[in-house]
Nanobody, 128 residues
């Protein structure tokens, strides 16, 4: 069965850290573009961190640059999002997504790419 399963969300105080995990099954992550997206209350979905299959680069949204890090453990077929210095505005449901087409990282985060698989989402809440 092909799926992405996120975990690691929760409630944290401002300035704290969380690490999200996204475990893939039924396909191999290292052949896909992969990224983390979030959607806050009343907001549009935003691509925050993506790894491109075409360029091998990593893209970060300006809002998280220097605080969030995306990484991939190919042995575990899992992608992570390390989130440090969290702020109340980071509160959102976080999703991971994968796309089989060769895409650069910035485009995969743009919202215009084709996303073949989505996880179910995990809630991150940051209190002030």
């Amino acid at each position: 069965q092909v799926q992405l399963v996120e975990s690691g969300g929760g409630l944290v105080q401002s300035g704290g850290s969380l690490r999200l995990s996204c475990a893939a099954s039924g396909f191999t992550l290292d052949r896909y573009a992969i990224g983390w997206f979030r959607q806050g209350p009343g907001e549009e979905r935003e691509g925050v961190a993506c790894h491109g299959s075409a360029d091998g680069n990593t893209f970060y949204a300006d809002s998280v640059k220097g605080r969030f890090t995306i990484s991939i453990d190919n042995a575990k077929n899992t992608v992570y999002l390390q989130m440090n210095s969290l702020r109340p505005e980071d509160t959102a449901v976080y999703y991971c997504a994968a796309g089989r087409r060769d895409l650069p990282s910035y485009y995969f985060c743009s919202g215009y790419a084709t996303y073949d698989y989505w996880g179910q989402g995990t809630q991150v809440s940051v209190s002030s």
